[in-house]
């Protein structure tokens, strides 16, 4: 990719940005920025940390001020849904918008996450594949229906089993009948883990476990880890979790969670843009930003 000439900012300069509270760790600035400079677009990407009580007013006057693009991230991904004129269908079953693309004066939602851990993990690495799923909060939701289309088999473990039922069973219903899928939920605990991992062809982890400053620990003993599953942890910061750690270890293939955020980035920046994502430089720039931001260890 041609590198930048510097950006002017003038009268012609297109602002997307990003809201949620908070932003300061957030390394989508950098990702987008570097986007825009590959192409030599007029156009920056700021954060803003925004209020509750004020998101509808944000919503309104990032209308009003014909800005393209926005990114939303926690906690508005499902509390920005109502200020947003069309929802795609892939954040409508999701329930949570993490890109906004203003056309035609109307207001449009997606959610990128899904499809940023398929590009992240490879179409095929996923097809007809044994899963397991740690977690079933948002980012497990996101992956789950990615997965659910392509792999034989699921399991979600949850701490709190009902989410993961109440999860399996809004995918179950969400999917075509002729589908041929097993998908179950259990609970988050070693003899659960015992019992399911050694056929699993692909763990994900997307708890919170093993994100700093709790970098110490890892939401899988590493007994039940084996060479012949790709470890996925969704946490990228550290970017290489004890999780992963443990893997490689083991000999066990392994794929951090920045390639996730680098993808639904990129997937961000395509529907804004059209054009194809220059994942090489948004990677050097997160990876810049992050090795700043991260206590290394
Ligand atoms: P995200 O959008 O990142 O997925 P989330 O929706 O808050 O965040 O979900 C966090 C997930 O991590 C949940 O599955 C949560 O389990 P519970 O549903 O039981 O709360 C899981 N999680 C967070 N901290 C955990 C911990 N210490 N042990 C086990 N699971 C944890």
Same mark, same amino acid.
Request: aromatic fraction near 6%.
């Given at each position: 990719m041609k590198k930048n000439k510097v =950006?002017?900012?003038?009268?012609?300069? *297109?602002?997307?940005?990003?809201?949620?509270?908070?932003?300061?760790?957030?390394v989508s600035p950098q990702m987008q920025n570097t986007a825009f400079q590959s192409y030599n677009l007029n156009s920056?990407?700021?954060?803003?940390?925004?209020?509750?009580?004020?998101?509808?007013?944000?919503?309104?006057?990032?209308?009003?001020?014909?800005?393209?693009?926005?990114?939303v991230t926690i906690p508005y991904k499902? =509390?920005?849904?109502?200020?947003?004129?069309?929802?795609?269908?892939?954040?409508?079953?999701?329930g949570a918008v993490n890109t906004v693309l203003s056309s035609n004066d109307r207001l449009i939602g997606f959610n990128t996450d899904g499809i940023g851990f398929v590009k992240a993990v490879g179409e095929g690495t996923l097809q007809d594949q044994q899963v397991a799923i740690l977690g079933a909060g948002g980012a497990a939701t996101a992956i789950?229906?990615?997965?659910?289309?392509?792999?034989?088999?699921?399991?979600?473990?949850?701490?709190?089993?009902?989410?993961?039922e109440?999860?399996?069973?809004?995918?179950?219903?969400?999917?075509?009948?002729?589908?041929?899928?097993?998908? *179950?939920?259990?609970?988050?605990?070693?003899?659960?883990?015992?019992? =399911?991992?050694?056929k699993c062809r692909l763990l994900v982890n997307t708890t919170s476990i093993g994100m700093h400053p709790y970098s110490n620990k890892s939401p899988v003993p590493q007994q039940l880890?084996?060479?012949?599953?790709?470890?996925?942890?969704?946490?990228?910061?550290?970017?290489?979790?004890?999780?992963?750690?443990?893997?490689?270890?083991?000999?066990?293939? =392994?794929i951090s969670g920045l390639d996730m955020l680098l993808h639904q980035g990129?997937?961000?920046?395509?529907?804004?843009?059209?054009?194809?994502?220059?994942?090489?430089?948004?990677?050097?720039?997160?990876? *810049?930003a992050l090795l700043g931001n991260e206590t290394i260890n």
């Open positions: =950006t002017f900012i003038n009268s012609h300069t *297109q602002l997307y940005c990003l809201l949620g509270n908070p932003i300061m760790h957030s920056i990407y700021i954060a803003f940390t925004i209020e509750e009580d004020s998101l509808e007013n944000v919503v309104c006057g990032c209308k009003a001020l014909g800005i393209k693009g926005f990114n499902k =509390t920005i849904i109502k200020f947003i004129d069309i929802i795609d269908a892939s954040a409508n079953r999701i789950v229906y990615e997965v659910a289309s392509r792999a034989s088999s699921i399991t979600i473990f949850n701490r709190t089993l009902k989410k993961a109440t999860l399996v069973e809004n995918v179950l219903n969400s999917l075509d009948v002729t589908h041929n899928i097993s998908i *179950q939920a259990l609970p988050l605990n070693k003899k659960s883990l015992e019992d =399911t991992l050694d880890l084996h060479s012949k599953m790709i470890v996925f942890d969704v946490v990228y910061n550290p970017l290489k979790t004890r999780l992963l750690k443990d893997a490689e270890m083991i000999g066990a293939p =392994t990129g997937e961000a920046f395509k529907i804004w843009t059209g054009l194809s994502p220059p994942i090489e430089d948004m990677k050097k720039a997160a990876l *810049q």
